[in-house]
């Protein structure tokens, strides 16, 4: 993490005045060139573990998983987003690699 990055990381999204703020923020630095959009992963946890450019990446809870990934142009530092849906609420994590 660089101060180029995020500051914070959410487990979920507490409301959408929240989300809204965060994806401001990531169309910011991707318009600025400070992140890039890696790709966009969707799929269910079938396949236990899928590699996106040579990273793993574990599901642990059953069903689902939609997120994007981001990648930050100057540390490299990888964040994955998950876009809140009804009563699922989303997240947005570093991705620990
Ligand atoms: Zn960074």
């Not at 990273?55 to 939609?66: A, L, P, R």
Request: glycine share 6%; proline share 2%; with cysteine.
């Amino acid at each position: 993490m660089c101060s180029n990055c995020f500051s914070s990381e959410y487990e979920k999204f507490e409301n959408q005045k929240e989300f809204d703020k965060l994806s401001h923020d990531i169309k910011d630095k991707l318009n600025n060139n400070t992140l890039k959009e890696l790709c966009y992963f969707s799929g269910t946890n079938d396949k236990p573990l899928i590699k996106i450019l040579g990273i793993g990446f574990g599901v642990k809870e059953k069903g689902e998983e939609h997120y994007y990934l981001y990648e930050c142009k100057y540390c490299n530092t990888k964040w994955k987003l998950s876009l809140p849906e009804n009563a699922y609420r989303g997240f947005f994590l570093k991705v620990i690699e």
